[in-house]
């Protein structure tokens, strides 16, 4: 009897114990993890706050989104990222009820619902040669009339129907080569103007029928002085260009059919004017904006065609679009920046005198930089008075709500482009923090004990209840802002496109602190700074705790490969930039050295283009360090257009003019040329530096053991048929390859080459340990396979023999050198995967010891978390029980989806994943906030 | 989950004389019960080639793609909470506007561009629901078991016994007196 309810205990217990505890609840949501949505730097915005109900603005991005905001918080309504080469031309709302985007050089037009953000119709536009692209919108929202979309691009005109996106009629402007640049129709009329060049000498103007598109009148007249691009509109018969030489204003003037041109130098309108003027592109009524220097005139065309300046400004950061607000009369907004503020002003186009609006808001310009962008919006105060608010795009590609001389909301949306990212360790936890420090006075003390109070005693209304949460976050273990016993909590150190660096805690992804680098800002003599990378400079342990860890950050000025190089140390505790340097050499290569100084500091080695070594921090100690290591100091490089693999080593001190001790002259070791006509390099993939292997061996069944070759010098190469490089299915499986080397890169030695017929790119991989695993399309079976190669090292597989062991004839303590031949062996195996990948990454952990999981960041944004045992080479279809009592998983052709260990969320595809922090739910997302607890777990280990 | 069945459009506009447009539709329970924790068909998006090209989806689940060169293409359906097999569409150069499909996952030929999805996926873990058994299960259900089965069916088993084993049982026990820490030993019965 006993017996039998002790069987039945165990059984229960074995029942309830196999329910696996594998990821989250629904409920959990938000509890362990946190997500973030941007949208990236603003190229357009068009306001909807016509009607009642929620307000909004419609904004397009350089990230090639298009989103609705919540005018009043700055939220998301809705979000679609188009195709990375589908960049956004131009935006708009028709109808009041469809948000038109034109995309892809004018040639896809598609309407979505403004509410939900459903797509309503989608036209393709077929033109025939490339130009510029026009959108105009009828501005009135009567149906029956005027719900005619005018399109041109690709060298046509294309007049499509609001309501269904069917093309009425298309009409080809490009037979005698115009360009158009500007199209518009005037108010209540049934003519549609088209304006533009014929080359750069030429200009022409088209009258077309609105209804069919019957060319009505076409005029052209050559302009001898040649024109500089640009044609800007000042009325709908008077334009406004600049000469080639860009030191005259054109006015041309369309009078009775006959062109007529009339030129100003614009040294008569602005005194002591030298050098080159711009038009800005803002499309006022009778007025335009000439950029001069630093001054921005406005100059107004009288009626019989002379010009006339009306205004000067200073600081001029940004001109708004003209606005209608009433019958005849049209405000554009002006945003001066003057040392910690800026000035936001709303004027008349006819009447530059008066203001309408003046506002003054302080803004730190090294926490935002300057504003770049501002549209402006109306809406009428209670005592029938026309408010403005304006909204800004900043420097750091941040997006501002201005309203009333306040900041009603700002946006960081430049986390959306996030071009690399490192970590920092929190400070450690100092004892007898007081209780005043963390409840930072005692009213807020009180009144956060009386809404808990509030929520206990259920008379907390959502709002109270929101804040409840808040406060129980806040005070949560994981939001805090020091280091926790297993490291976990981390600052992620962010560098994205703008050159603002940002610290985001791991915990709730708040924003600690954020930088504008000084070094990637715009000046005299970096003119198109670019961030490059992110490394860590000083990670202070051990006997240099005191100091506050530090991280390096280097860009370029320009984007061609020889630009120079400038570089920062931000300290990253206190977000402040310790020094900055630059412009200097260029920067070709990065190479983190395994040696750091008394301080921690980190010893990098940067390659300039002419192939100099150049040794950072610029030390004594550090240049002493480095000599004593000079031997054992050797880096590859890939020349991926020539198909070049070379290995090179410092030779000596640079011989340069001025004498540089921290300049080294590097020699080429080896080099391995692949066969261009059939061999193209498309990937190339190392281990991570910091990546720690716990064990040396790897034990398999029968108590047998296998050394792994462990190297940190392997670099994994992927080549295709050059035919190949193109996309899915551009080749067919008999011309398409994929090979696969397996390389040291100190001596250059291939330790192993493998073949995938009939496979093409693109290849991603990940290596780590001693195997690597890449993804790659099989374009025979037209899908996509992930293989794993692993390689082991035979030559200490003797060492397996107990009795030499004991007699010490084992070869255990003989260094592994690069030089000895490695008697490597390598298995791999195949599989099929279902989804195209954007990136792979592995987890790690500080010791190494956790098993792997492989983090898949899919083409649909999700990031799936595979382990390791799904791509062991030692897969069989039937496992022996050995092998299943080892956790061998059994063979099958293709690698589970498990929707559980979905850490679904979305990024940007130029991230990747970095190192401790294979996980990155931040940068233009949406991510669902479903970590589930192995994702979480690996979120615990790692970051 | 219920499947709206299309007719099928694999109408193809050509625009020139090498590329067409492939167009096709997507099938699924989106509008029934698309709105909770599952996506919404305005998030779906189709996309070819690994990212070539992206589109969206029009109402009732229509998509296209304009200017698609003849040759063999991959068709991803990206829709949170489906799960979608990618197809396999090869456009024909000798046929003018020719499509044909099939799906990688399965290799199942379609005759029509009309995508379904194959599974649900589930994010989450789902919470057991209420039941008695759970309760049962838990240590504190088998506690209160265990103490059942004493409290009631050891009565029970005292009451089958045999009457006669019984009082002599009970004869034992008062002959014996108050027991002693001996009689209960082995061997006390002995003397």
Partial sequence: ?943 | MSFFFFPLFAKNHAVSIRNYGVCGCLISGFGVKGFGLAGKISDAKVILNGGQRVTFLGPGGYFSFHNVPAGTHLIEVVAIGYFFSPVRVDVSARNPGKVQAALTENRRALNELVLEPLREEQYYEIREPFSIMSLVKSPMGLMVGFMLIVMFLMPKLVENMDPEEMRRAREEMTGQGVPSLASLLPGAQRN
Avoid at chain 1, 1 to 21: C, D, E, Q
Avoid at chain 1, 32 to 39: F, G, L
Avoid at chain 1, 312 to 339: C, M, R, T, W, Y
Avoid at chain 1, 409 to 430: C, F, H, Q, Y
């Fill in chain 1, 1 to 943: 009897m006993a017996m039998a309810i002790r069987v039945f205990l165990l059984l229960i217990l074995f029942m309830s114990s196999s329910i696996p505890g594998f990821s989250l609840f629904e409920d959990q949501v938000g509890l362990m993890d946190w997500h973030q949505q941007y949208i990236g730097k603003v190229k357009h915005a068009v306001f909807h706050t016509q009607k009642a109900g929620r307000k909004r603005v419609v904004v397009s991005t350089e990230e090639n989104v298009v989103a609705s905001l919540d005018l009043r918080r700055g939220e998301i309504f809705w979000r679609h990222v188009l195709g990375s080469n589908d960049v956004i031309d131009e935006i708009d709302i028709a109808l009041g009820k469809y948000v038109i985007a034109l995309s892809s050089e004018g040639s896809i037009l598609r309407a979505w619902n403004l509410p939900d953000g459903q797509m309503i119709w989608e036209s393709f536009l077929p033109g025939s040669k490339p130009s510029k692209s026009l959108l105009s919108v009828p501005a009135s929202v009567k149906v029956e009339k005027d719900n005619v979309i005018l399109v041109y691009g690709g060298g046509c005109l294309h007049a499509i129907s609001s309501i269904d996106g069917e093309i009425l009629w298309k009409k080809e402007l490009t037979t005698e080569g115009m360009d158009a640049q500007l199209l518009f129709r005037p108010h209540g009329s049934d003519v549609i103007h088209a304006v533009g060049l014929h080359g750069l000498t030429q200009f022409g103007a088209y009258l077309l029928n609105a209804k069919n598109g019957e060319l009505l009148k076409h005029d052209s007249t050559a302009f001898p002085g040649g024109f500089s691009g640009e044609i800007s509109f000042v009325t709908s018969d008077t334009f406004v260009a600049l000469d080639a030489t860009r030191s005259t204003l054109v006015t041309i003037s369309i009078r009775g059919g006959k062109i007529s041109f009339q030129q100003t130098h614009v040294s008569d309108l602005v005194q002591d004017f030298s050098g080159m003027a711009v038009i800005l592109p803002t499309k006022l009524t009778g007025i335009f904006a000439v950029r001069m220097n630093r001054l921005i005139v406005f100059i107004k065309v009288t009626d019989d065609g002379r010009l006339e300046v009306v205004d000067k400004k200073d600081h001029v950061a940004a001109v708004s679009d003209a606005l209608p607000v009433s019958e005849g009369q049209q405000v554009f907004g002006l945003i001066q920046n003057e040392g910690g503020k800026i000035h936001l002003t709303a004027k008349i186009c006819n009447d530059m005198r008066a203001n309408l609006l003046e506002e003054s808001i302080e803004m730190d310009h090294h926490q935002r930089g300057l504003v770049h962008k501002v549209f402006i919006n109306n809406y009428i105060r209670t005592d029938r008075s026309h408010g403005f608010r304006a909204l800004i795009v900043m420097e750091d590609h941040s997006l501002l709500l201005l309203q009333q001389g306040e900041i009603v909301w700002n946006r960081e949306d430049g986390l959306a482009s996030i071009i690399d990212v490192s970590t920092s360790e929190l400070p450690v936890e100092k004892d007898g923090v007081s209780v005043a420090k963390v409840e930072h006075n005692l009213f807020e003390w009180l009144k956060g004990h009386l809404l808990k109070l509030k929520g206990t005693l259920m008379l907390a209304n959502p709002d109270d209840l929101a804040a409840i949460q808040r406060i129980r976050l806040k005070s949560s273990e994981k939001s805090k802002m020091t280091r926790d016993h297993n490291g976990f909590r981390k600052l992620l150190i962010v560098l994205t496109r703008a050159g603002k660096l940002f610290a985001l805690h791991t915990g709730d992804g708040r924003v600690v602190w954020s930088l504008l680098l000084h070094s990637l800002r715009k000046s005299a003599a970096c003119e198109d700074p670019t961030p490059l990378n992110v490394y860590q400079w000083q990670v202070p342990h051990h006997h240099a705790l005191d100091e506050n860890p530090s991280v390096l950050v280097l860009g370029k000025c320009g984007y061609s490969p020889d630009a120079l190089g400038v570089l920062s140390i931000v300290d990253t505790y206190a977000g402040k930039e310790l020094n900055y340097l630059g412009p200097l050499h260029s920067i070709a290569q990065v190479i983190p050295l395994p040696f750091t100084d008394s301080t921690e500091q980190r010893l990098h080695l940067l390659i300039d283009v002419n192939k100099r070594a150049h040794l950072y921090p610029r030390t004594p100690e550090a240049k002493d360090i480095f000599l004593r290591e000079l031997a054992n100091v050797y880096w590859y490089s890939v020349e991926a257009d020539n198909d070049i693999l070379r290995g090179h080593a410092v030779k000596s001190n640079c011989i340069l003019e001025v004498a540089d001790d921290y300049c080294f002259d590097t020699r080429d070791l080896w080099s391995i040329v692949f066969p261009s006509d059939s061999e193209k390099i498309i990937a190339t993939v190392t281990r991570k530096l910091n990546e720690v292997v716990h064990t040396q061996a790897k034990v398999i069944t029968e108590q047998d053991v296998m050394y792994k070759y462990i190297s940190k010098n392997l670099l994994f190469v992927a080549t295709v048929a050059p035919k190949a490089t193109g996309a899915i299915g551009s080749v067919t499986p008999e011309e398409s390859w994929l090979v696969v080397y397996l390389i040291d890169t100190v001596t250059g030695r291939i330790l192993h080459r493998v073949t995938h017929h009939g496979s093409q790119g693109p290849v991603h991989a990940v290596f780590s340990e001693n195997w690597v695993v890449y993804h790659y399309f099989n374009s025979r079976s037209h899908r996509y396979e992930m293989s794993v190669i692993e390689i082991y090292d035979q030559s200490r597989a003797d060492n397996k023999d107990v009795w030499k062991l004991v007699l010490g004839k084992h070869n255990l303590t003989s260094p592994v050198s690069s030089y000895s031949r490695p008697e490597v062996i390598t298995k791999s195996q195949s599989y099929f995967f279902t989804h195209s990948v954007k990136t792979i990454a592995v987890t790690s952990t500080a010791k190494g010891i956790t098993s792997k999981h492989l983090l898949i960041g899919t083409i649909g944004d999700q990031v799936l978390a595979l382990d390791k045992r799904f791509l062991d080479p030692r897969r069989t279809v039937n496992p022996s029980q050995a092998e299943k009592e080892e956790g061998m998983i059994p063979l099958t052709d293709s690698l589970p989806i498990i929707p559980q260990t979905c850490i679904l969320q979305v990024f940007d595809d130029k991230n990747k994943f970095n190192s401790p922090q294979s996980y990155l739910p931040l940068s233009i997302g949406h991510a669902w906030g479903v970590l589930n607890q192995e994702g979480m777990s690996f979120v615990l280990d790692l970051a």
